[in-house]
């Protein structure tokens, strides 16, 4: 049995979620990997759980909720930076908020991680976004493994497709649907309902935001396409080499003419080679005829479509959007990282 | 660099392309995974290509033909299983027909290799649906590793996804249109065609083969579907345990019956978790409606979804079926062993 010890930052939705699959799965991650996972720490922005021992669920939460007042585990203060000089190396597992600007504050924590002789699995997408090439340099330099499947597509195994089964071979375009939010709206606008509705219906059923202009306007699938293209094609791409569209112009009378050939308005990341060499990365609506393995993508399903020499076109689609699909990616993160 | 010593053994049509893959992708297998892949040996059933180095195309082949006739590279009557001993030890590309009924003679060669602390990478399904588990026991006492991307869906990567991308999940059930011919058949019945102009237009187009028994009863897709659950589900399941039937039965009837309710036929491959426990597997043909994820999927194309616990359902579809695609899959297995 290998023992790894993790390191969890950020405990909303995705981190909670985390902390209670582990608990749930390690067992069966035992017998069937050889891997003993301990939790040694979990850290929000203003303090860490850590009590030099694996942590059990009760010392964290209390009546579901995290429980910092009177609680021996929780040090107010403590840098997990502290935490990567002191323990034994293991995984980082970084779930907190990170800014699309500057990257931080996950960046710094990452780059802290990987320095340290720490394998790190990401989950949120602007330190990628930001400095993805630098990451992956100071990762090999330190001869350990940084992963983030759940900060490109979440459950829906893209970056595995891209990078493990694709390997290898000379892929020409990725393109996807890599937004739910967008994808329930322009399904629903094709059902006939107005952009307006749409958008409050996806509300309604919390797939999305409140403030939903991340998805609406393109830049999501901008940071998820990105992050695709650097990480299957060797590309090192920023988001100003992106060129992005949403959906806020789409008109029903657009939809209802693609409609009317057989083909479905879709908004596509993309990222395709250009015949004198380079790429162009876009996001834009495009229109899918039928015999596009993208156009039967509905509702809030994602999915990705690789183009290749050798094996031709592959498809990915599916995975659950939620905490829960994002944490599961995550810990298959971890035992790929170790098994 | 990492050298990697290759021997491949049976030089059909996915054999032939593998060694002109390796020839032309080993430069940028070299950059981009720090691999450097020489092919040692390269076998038939009656001698082995070798010379002590690595071997240039011109050394195998003259005119196009594989050249044995007065060439000092063939030497007839060599065994790999020799080599096994003599070289140091790489990895054993495995492209010769095996028996479904015996596993040979690839068994014994993969055997072989394993108990000789070669890696080994296998394209046909013979010795993995007779011997699977055995064969996994071998490859880990030895500790060296043991794929078979290439055995079951060749370019679709049904493997990587069911092992790779969901590791550590819960996997419910496995289900698959695992053969192009049979969809195929299946695709050009639903517009109209007869069960034997199909399969005639199938064989005109080299998708089916001249004797299609084996596709057509259902025999392929029950390999695919036991390898597939016995890699993914840690199941050890044999032939015996799949209850299959095939596409002969299927009547133009059943097919516009199907239509007419909006679903569609297609032959499954399926392994599903009995409430119980265990698990059941079957060949069957389906009806399925359109919002199965593998509905869309038409003519030779092939698919596969899972169904997890915690990501939801995962759909892979695509990926060529000609030996092509197959010799990018072998190629694929070795870079994911050393990478």
């Given amino acids: ?140 330099r330190h001869n350990v493994r940084l992963k983030f499947s759940a900060a490109a597509g979440a459950a829906l195994p893209a970056l595995d497709v891209g990078t493990v089964a694709l390997a290898g071979t000379q892929i020409t375009v990725v393109e996807g649907i890599l937004n739910g939010t967008t994808n329930f709206i322009l399904t629903k606008m094709a059902a006939g309902k107005t952009y307006v509705d749409a958008l409050k219906e996806a509300q309604a059923k919390g797939i999305a935001e409140p403030d939903p202009s991340d998805d609406v306007k393109g830049w999501d699938t901008a940071s998820k396409i990105l992050i695709l293209a650097n990480a299957c094609l060797g590309t090192d791409l920023h988001l100003e080499d992106v060129s992005v569209d949403g959906i806020t112009g789409v008109s029903t009378a657009a939809i209802k003419a693609a409609l009317a050939k057989g083909e479905k308005l879709k908004l596509l990341g993309l990222c395709s080679q250009r015949p004198g060499g380079g790429w162009e990365t876009s996001v834009r609506v495009a229109s899918l005829p039928d015999t596009h393995p993208l156009h039967h993508i509905e509702e809030a399903e994602k999915a990705v479509t690789f183009t290749t020499v050798e094996m031709g076109t592959v498809t990915v689609s599916g995975g659950r959007s939620n905490p829960l699909g994002a944490a599961a990616a995550l810990l298959k993160d971890i035992i790929n990282i170790y098994r």
């Fill in 1 to 140: 049995m290998k023992r790894v010890g993790l390191v969890l930052t950020g405990l909303g939705r995705v981190g909670t979620r985390f902390f209670e699959l582990v608990g749930r799965r390690s067992e069966e991650v035992g017998r069937t990997f050889g891997l003993d996972l301990r939790l040694m720490a979990a850290a929000k922005s203003d303090g860490t759980f850590f009590t030099g021992s694996p942590l059990a669920r009760k010392e964290i939460f209390r009546n579901g909720d995290l429980w910092t007042v009177d609680n021996p585990a929780w040090r107010p203060g403590l840098s997990v930076g502290s935490l990567f000089r002191s323990l034994e190396p293991g995984c980082l597992v970084e779930c907190g908020p990170s800014d699309h600007r500057t990257g931080e504050p996950g960046l710094e924590l990452i780059s802290a991680a990987l320095s340290g002789g720490w394998n790190v699995t990401v989950a949120s997408k602007g330190a990628l976004v930001v400095a993805y090439r630098k990451l992956v340099e100071l990762a090999s």
